[in-house]
């Protein structure tokens, strides 16, 4: 069984000024991931390490560089799953960790819930040793201008939110040598987001899923469109019926432009190793690796190949 990760960086359109950078960012979190699972590391293990190198990346909104609601603030959520048992860990409303996925994880793995938010994240984070920054030192300088510049929230689905506005969420979906899939999502949710808003990306089915039996899957996207149509767990019901993961992908995020009029885009990995990254907005920078190597793309029908030096 070969392994395979795929990742992504948001699905928006994608200013030139910021393209480069964020081909760059996935493909060096895919191989993050990847030398993770070459290194005999589980789909877990490569979806957290790949998730954490985008988070620390300020060129994607997650971690360290994340939209400002509002008031101004960073407020960060993030799920992980694990295929082989369906445990599943998130956080909502973090303000000042610095990798939110982490997190997650330590909340799958260290307590009975599969959620925590605001102050109850922040005391569990502390009592298991995740540590906490300061709030300011999340925020980027771009996002601080951009913040200054943009004060409304967005407000139609389609043609605002494909276009103008920042809220490039990342996540991960991995398939280990032993068949086992992981998925992980974390974001900064959508510029001017109400205080205490929550998207799709820490809710379990929405900003993500994973089931050894079916296969593992991130979205991004319009987070209340995703929420709406459970769109991960969507996607991964039409592959339970046979469909493949790329078709399974494009129905369900066409379906979701037809019932709420929203955009976004997914990546998928099913046990076999089969995979997909699709998309409904004008851009989404993606990167995959399989056994042919490293894969990556940013707008619509791209799909570059380079071999990768061990
Ligand atoms: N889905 C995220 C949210 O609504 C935003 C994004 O994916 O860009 O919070």
């Known amino acids: 069984m070969s392994a395979v990760i795929v990742v992504h960086g ?27 699972l070459l290194g005999g590391g589980s789909a877990l293990d490569a979806v957290e390490a790949a998730v954490r190198a985008l988070e620390d990346n ?59 938010t605001g102050r109850g994240a922040n005391q569990f984070a502390e009592s298991v040793g995740v540590a906490a920054v300061p709030p300011e030192a999340l925020v980027s300088e771009y996002e601080r ?14 043609e605002d939110f494909s276009s103008r506005w920042a809220h490039d969420t990342v996540g991960a979906v991995a398939v280990d040598r032993a068949g086992n899939v992981a998925c992980a999502t974390s974001t900064g949710g959508i510029r001017n987001k109400m205080v205490g808003r929550v998207g799709d ?51 369900s995020l066409q379906h979701m432009a037809d019932r709420v009029r929203g955009s976004g885009g997914s990546i998928a990995v099913s046990p076999s190793g089969e995979w997909a990254a699709t998309f409904t907005t004008t851009r989404m920078a993606w990167a995959a690796v ?4 490293l894969w990556y793309g940013l ?5 570059f190949q380079e071999t990768l030096s061990q």
């Open 10 to 36: 948001g699905a928006w359109s994608i200013p030139e000024h910021l393209a480069e950078a964020s081909v760059d960012g996935v493909k060096a979190a895919a191989r993050a991931g990847s030398s993770v």
């Open 58 to 116: 300020s060129v994607f909104n997650a971690g360290h560089g994340a939209t400002l609601n509002i008031d101004g603030e960073v407020e960060l959520d993030a799920i992980i799953m694990d295929g082989r048992t369906l445990a599943c860990g998130a956080v909502s409303s973090v303000k000042n960790i610095a990798n939110p996925v982490t997190l997650a994880r330590a909340v799958m793995e260290k307590t009975e819930h599969v959620m925590l």
């Open 145 to 158: 201008k951009e913040w200054q510049k943009h004060k409304t929230y967005v407000t139609g689905v389609e």
């Open 201 to 251: 990306s820490p809710v379990i089915g929405c900003g993500g899923y994973a089931d050894n039996s079916i296969g593992a899957v991130s979205c991004t996207g319009h987070g209340e469109s995703i929420l709406k149509v459970t769109l991960a767990r969507l996607i991964l019901s039409h592959v339970e019926q046979g469909k493949s993961v790329e078709e399974s992908s494009r129905l």
């Open 290 to 293: 399989d056994q042919e190597g």
């Open 299 to 303: 707008d619509p029908n791209d799909r």
